[in-house]
């Protein structure tokens, strides 16, 4: 395991001998402050714990980064573990030093990721400090590229779990930003403890004949050289060459099944110029030196990938036969492809052209958009991911404009990457002038056309979010859904959480569901059941992935014990009472009272025209109720009826009752002694002792109205040792 000790001298070297200007007496008075707070602390290699700071600072400083970055490396780590506190910074290091310390604090404390609900938790994390200052997530990607050189001296079972994230999180990352250095060395390190055999296989094949693969790429090198001595450069080209990474070798061995011999791209030689229009005459001259390979030229140059990356590649044979690749880029590609993000820093003017930075934040917006219209974690890895892939085919719109799009997208994804609109209001399209269906996966070198509806109101459908390939299109609908369909989405979300709820018997009072959801209505961004309902209904919550946990919570706080379904225990059938029922415009109707709900007298009540079974009352806080009125069919709809208690009626109703209490001797005793009191009926009744100790009373009896029941409730709850009260639901 090789981890030089890196002193503060050799940070003063390199800050001396670069030509960007660093405020080298605050970075010594970090480095002073950080030793000072570590004193006495030590890593797992057994070394002075200060030479971790100083190693990501100097990871930070090769790429360029700028003062206030390498005096937070510095002290990245003294908030979490010494007695100092960020005003301590921010009083000797300004405000930007401590916040971004204080930045890659907070990222730390992000459990390792294991559960699917953390990593989420993890990936939103970064992805907001990273909205915040992108230069904390540069820190941090250092900060992992140092504890992954020297995971060695970690326990196994933490190698493969920092390894594994740092493969899922913390080089998709790495790549977006367009870091190069640090993305392929995270990659070959992760790829080292996730899978020893391959990493070991693959480095003793490099070993073997090494000396003649270089002589090989050298050759080629001297080559090009001389050719392209013979034109005329703005500046000298320099040619560079190389095998590419172990993990790139890895993939195509292990993932495309690939000998080491058919590895086309093993080598890669790089020719950089100062203009783009030298980038094509160096192309045409390589292809008139070279064969080139079918299908193997990419232009990355008029299609940049999504993290910017630009260059021209083209694989062709060489003399003797084997084939590498060349890539041809001018100097400002080459700071874009080899630094990413962190060429703002490195470079005084930033790059020349588009201002980038704004472009990778826009990323970052939009990978926090999709966020909040999903709650898939590997939906959001995917997105961090995606778009990348080096197999994007190349599709043009009628007018020849060139449109990137990851293998398989398909229509829909095309139409929804030319503009939001498009998708929204496609109808079909035409490919090479044939109409296809909207599922038709395009191919590269394809005219594809849409065909748009006129009618303003046209919106997506929901069969195309299966359809889309494209994390873009589906992140469109599903705001469209969100936002065009509220109130559709309320009633479906509604009656989908209402369905799923009942399915799982999740049976939870209306009035208390809200409490009930709190944490996931925080978790997804609700700030009411409404907001939670329409989620549910675009698509944007999978209730499948909740229902588990909701079971859980169910059964930790609503029952103790699954009650008897028994129907023998609670007699169902009482005598209706039509005289206590005023109906409006019905007369002379059969009444039958909801078992569901149980009405009293004194409820408020809603009658329900049945079919052949007269009228049935429930009260209008019933769950059966609310569920029917919320599927809004108008068919059903009308079949409500309103209706009204009499008061000049007497006769009792039979209703069912719960009391919970601490289980002692005399509790059913004391009870039925009160409500004998009270001159109330008792038709049937049990007691069963819960799993937790307390007994619980069940009896159904015979009451007048609902402030008879009230009065008795409160006498029960004076009993010593009742816990509850409440009114039995089916
Ligand atoms: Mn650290």
């Known amino acids: 395991m090789e981890d030089k000790m890196v002193t503060i001298d050799e940070l003063v070297q390199i800050i001396l001998t670069n030509d960007k200007q660093y405020d080298l007496s605050k970075i010594l008075s970090a480095h002073e402050f950080a030793a000072k707070a570590h004193e006495g602390q030590f890593r797992s290699s057994g070394q002075p714990y200060i030479m971790h700071p100083l190693a990501v600072a100097k990871i930070l400083l090769e790429l360029g980064m700028d003062t206030d970055t390498v005096c937070a490396a510095l002290l990245h780590d003294v908030v979490e573990d010494t007695a100092a506190t960020t005003e301590d910074l921010k009083k000797r290091f300004g405000t930007d030093v401590a916040q971004l310390v204080e930045g890659v604090t907070k990222l730390k404390k992000i459990p390792i990721f294991n ?32 504890n992954m050189r020297t995971l060695g001296f970690r326990p196994a079972d933490k190698q493969r779990n920092t390894a594994a994230e740092t493969m899922h999180i913390y080089v998709p990352i790495a790549n977006r930003l367009g870091i190069r250095a640090v993305k392929d060395e995270l990659e070959d390190l992760s790829f080292k403890y996730l899978d020893p055999f391959a990493h070991s296989e693959i480095e003793q094949i490099m070993a073997m004949k090494k000396n003649e693969r270089e002589e090989f790429i050298h050759s080629i090198k001297a080559y090009i050289g001389e050719h392209l001595k013979d034109h005329q450069f703005e500046r000298e080209p320099e040619i ?22 058919q590895i086309y791209d093993k080598y890669a030689v790089r020719v950089i110029v100062s203009t783009v229009a030298e980038c094509y005459a160096v192309l045409g001259l390589i292809h008139d030196m070279y064969r080139p390979l079918p299908n193997r030229f990419k232009d990355y140059i008029s299609t940049p990938k999504a993290n910017m990356y630009q260059s021209l590649h083209t694989t062709v044979l060489g003399r003797e036969g084997i084939p590498f690749e060349v890539q041809i880029r001018t100097w400002d590609m080459h700071a874009t492809a080899e630094y990413g993000i962190a060429a703002h820093w490195k470079y005084k003017e930033g790059i020349k052209g588009t201002d980038k930075m704004d472009q990778r934040l826009a990323w970052v917006r939009q990978v926090l958009e999709t966020q909040q219209t999903s709650d898939d974690v590997e939906e959001i890895v995917r997105i961090i991911k995606n778009d990348l892939a080096p197999e994007d085919i190349f599709v043009m719109t009628p007018k020849g404009d060139t449109v990137s799009l990851p293998v398989k997208a398909t229509v829909i994804d095309f139409a929804y ?101 709190a944490d996931d209505l925080k978790r997804h961004n609700c700030s009411s059941l409404e907001d939670f309902y329409a989620s549910i209904g675009y698509g944007g919550i999978i209730l499948q992935k909740l229902l588990p946990r909701w079971k859980d919570l169910y059964h930790k706080n609503y029952c103790m014990e699954e009650k008897p379904q028994d129907q023998s225990i609670i007699t169902p059938i009482r005598t209706p009472s039509t005289s206590r029922i005023i109906l409006d415009d019905i007369s002379d109707c059969a009444v039958k009272f909801a078992q569901c709900c149980n009405p009293l007298p004194g409820d408020d009540i809603i009658g329900f025209i049945t079919r052949g079974h007269g009228i049935s009352v429930h009260t209008t806080q019933c769950i059966n109720y609310k569920s029917m009125l919320s599927r809004n069919i108008p068919e059903e709809q009308e079949r409500w009826v309103e209706i009204q208690w009499t008061d000049t009626s007497n006769t009792a109703m039979q209703t069912g009752i719960e009391i919970v209490a601490l289980d002692r001797v005399g509790l059913v005793f004391d009870i039925c002694a009160i409500l004998t009191e009270a001159r109330i009926p008792i038709v049937h009744s049990s007691s069963r002792v ?13 009451i007048v109205n609902k402030s008879q029941l009230t009065a008795v409730f409160d006498r029960i709850r004076k009993i010593k040792g009742v816990l509850s009260v409440e009114r039995a639901t089916n």
């Open 115 to 146: 559960k699917e609900q953390q990593q989420a938790e993890n990936v939103r994390k970064i992805m907001l400090a990273m909205a915040e200052d992108i230069r904390v997530i540069i820190i941090k990607l250092c900060d992992r590229l140092h």
């Open 690 to 702: 819960l799993k937790n100790g307390n007994a619980i009373f069940d009896a159904s009896i015979k």
């Open 417 to 517: 990457r030319i503009h939001t609109e498009i998708g929204h209001k496609t109808m079909g399209a035409k490919v090479d002038g044939k109409i296809v269906p909207l599922d038709y996966e395009l191919q590269t070198g394809q005219i594809c056309e849409i065909m748009i509806s006129k009618d303003p109101d046209k919106g997506p459908n929901r069969a195309w979010l299966d359809i889309a390939k494209t994390n873009d299109a589906k992140a469109k609908m599903r705001s469209w859904f969100k936002k065009e369909r509220r109130e559709e989405n309320i009633t479906t979300g509604r009656s989908m959480l209402e369905k799923e709820l009942k399915r799982s018997r999740i049976l939870i009072p209306e009035e208390e569901l809200e409490a009930f959801l």
């Open 240 to 261: 560079s060459g190389r095998v590419k990474s172990n993990y790139s070798i890895y993939k195509k061995m292990y993932m495309q099944h690939k000998e080491f011999d």
